[in-house]
């Protein structure tokens, strides 16, 4: 007899490789503002989640395309942390957020080992993989966008890595950062990373950014998660 606890725990687990520290500069567009972020040692997903990980911790995968190995999408960035959550306390572990102050008012736990959106500067020094220019490969063999996509989202795992393991940072589906994007212009929005199927291979590059608010669903964004556990 099959022990359901434990197919879902696997159902769940989300594979991770070791991100090494590193430095990345990041650019604002609208302020023409260049800035260095220092990156500590972390642990990313080597894929998007998936419909069959979303659902064995949610109960239910919310997306428009349907198959387990298809990107979860059509989630908000309040559902990515809150998956985070509940993928953190089914492995055990202390969640990296606390939501207790309601929408919008998500605080990280300090210290915390638990699964989380990674950093805005963490996810583009995870995509270059210590790669110079605007992909780290060539776009066909790497991404599915509007060029290659056939207008469809496709599993994950099926283009090539990059230096360091890591599928679809750039492609198949736009990726929620934990970041506000611009508060002083946007408010609550929170950043989006990566570019999706439906974008022109311009759109499809390491520091391309995207904007938008936290409760938005579509079906071309999805996340990944991080951690800094060891």
Request: with cysteine; hydrophobic share 35%.
């Amino acid at each position: 007899m099959t022990d359901r606890s434990t197919t879902s725990r696997a159902a769940a687990a989300v594979p991770t490789v070791i991100v090494p520290s590193g430095r990345v500069q990041l650019h604002d567009r609208r302020t023409q503002e260049r800035w260095d972020v220092d990156v500590a040692p972390f642990r990313l997903g080597t894929t998007a989640v998936t419909q069959e990980q979303y659902a064995a911790v949610t109960g239910h995968p919310p997306s428009v395309a349907t198959g387990d190995g298809l990107p979860v999408e059509s989630v908000s960035w309040e559902d990515a942390v809150a998956f985070c959550n509940a993928l953190s306390e089914q492995d055990g572990i202390t969640p990296a957020y606390d939501l207790a102050a309601g929408p919008g008012g998500v605080v990280p736990v300090p210290g915390s080992p638990g699964y989380r959106l990674p950093t805005e500067a963490e996810w583009e020094h995870a995509c270059r993989a210590g790669t110079v220019g605007p992909r780290y490969g060539d776009i066909d063999e790497i991404a599915w966008y509007e060029g290659n996509s056939g207008d469809r989202i496709h599993p994950v795992g099926t283009r090539a890595p990059n230096p360091w393991g890591l599928h679809d940072m750039l492609g198949n589906v736009w990726e929620w950062c934990w970041d506000l994007y611009d508060p002083d212009v946007y408010g609550s929005y929170r950043v989006l990373r990566g570019g999706g199927w439906s974008d022109p291979h311009w759109s499809v590059r390491a520091g391309v950014r995207r904007r938008s608010h936290p409760t938005y669903r579509i079906d071309d964004v999805g996340f990944r998660v991080a951690t800094s556990k060891d």
